[in-house]
């Protein structure tokens, strides 16, 4: 198996990418094409032992960089490593894209290139989301701030398609984001949405509110991109708050000082459960063909956790279990 | 100055709502006038020392159930306790009412007995969030699941001069909730909101992304009742989970468990700082009367400082200042 990484893609690229694709190809197994600045990514690449490693470096000579508008350099940089490795992917010399560059430009450059599958009206991005109990998957989570209740439909079919084939979750639960647990309660989209949900043949457990995403009560949380973009930065911000808080006041007494040391496994041991490099990426759903996009602030494991999920999303046939899905 | 509580509302009540009542008579010199079942009243006023207090009881004989439809009950319970303290605040027997008991009931009540502010087109639900340098203000919560620009513009100027009148925050910062920072990211909504929010005469500060919220970046936090009760259930459900994790980490191991014991201090300060019993309670703006909604879960602390934040926005002529702002 043949996977394109956008070895300048994130904040620490290419040292962690190159990274993570070394551990990738070790421990996978799978051929690793590295896109992006020859120089720099042989210099990377020098730093590592890649013998028996199946690593060809691809050169792209532009970037598009984290700040940049999405839209106007995924049309104008015409050989950027996230370009030029799309098009590996659409002319069938890879199976998978992985990239943890500007996901705007990842997902205007799909669209561009790989174009998107055949009755899927929007691509979602989605994200894996911490739970109590592990993670589900959340979606979309920006790529439309504005969206139809059909839009919402299928979202929740890739979505399903993806938690299934490539999560390993068997029949996965769909919720519905709402502002109350009753089908009668939402925005009109969000109870034009239910109706949909209801008559679609997916395990779909109805509405579910703010509380019952971290419970983990659905596999899979549906939501327009406005608000799935809320819930993940708050999530974000909220963690950082409380991080802050627990340091803060911890550090504010010796004995508690004391007692944050002592502690301090415990803290090691919630901050993996809660750790995004578990899973690495999350796919851009819709588009013709696997993308994953990892965190821009990934490090190396991360970067290889990410290339597994794009292997899975190859092995579990995940492109066309979501077109028949579709065709049904 | 008389401030109407209802006494039957809320998860405790009317324990919790009596006790509340007689502290703030105590501490703020105010008379409380308790509305519910007289009985149930009377036995709990009777385990007080109420000496020299204002607590005058009105009776009513219905209560409207925190599980109830709001608008069937407002409709139907003609005397439920919310609907007689209504009436009071309505015939201006009372400068103010608030309420633990059912927020969508209390709402629908007050819309039906107080009318809204002239020009003012929705009321909004707000509620007080905790941030990493004290509190803001978000609204809506909740009242108003699909929104229109006018209402955000709206919610934005009652909210600051509720900031400014109740909260003390002299010129207070005004943000609106979006997916980016940028004025041209977030939904049809909130790009049109954004432009009027830009001409609005207000401090506003632009856009804010979920994570701004807990930075405590913006004193008032504008978005739609859909997006405003995700945030505030999510976070609820967010801090319940990570509460959850270090208990159960903590308790894994011996040693940590040490250090959680030496650190509960730590944890007790922090629980306090995002305690909202601090705040009481938050206002239903837009309706013309000053109606502070308190938590359903609030214990006596809560119902009284609810009672305080009454008070202050009586005192600070909180409803003239909002109509005199929209009159501007």
Known sequence: MRIVLDAMGGDHAPQVTVQGAVMAAREYGVEVMLVGRRDEVEAELAKHDTAGLSLPLVHASQVIEMGEHPAAAAKTKKDSSIAVGMELLKRGEADAFVSAGNSGGVMATALFRLGRIRHIRRPAL??????????????????????????LLQFAHMGSVYAEKVLGIPNPRVGLLSNGEEETKGSILVQEAHRLLKESGLNFIGNVEGKDIPTGMADVVVTDGFTGNVVIKLSEGLGGMIKSLIEEEIKAHPLTAIGGLLAKPAFG??????????????????????????????????IKNAIRMAKRAVEGGMLTAIKEGLAD
Request: hydrophobic content about 40%; charged content about 20%.
């Open 269 to 302: 041991r919630i901050s993996r459960r809660l750790d995004y490099t578990e899973y690495g990426g999350a796919p851009l759903l819709g588009v013709d063909g696997v993308v994953i996009i990892a965190h821009g602030r990934s490090n190396a494991k991360a």
């Open 126 to 151: 989605s994200a894996i989301y911490p739970t109590i109990k592990g993670f589900c998957l959340l979606l979309d989570v920006g790529a439309n701030a504005d969206c139809k209740p059909e839009y």
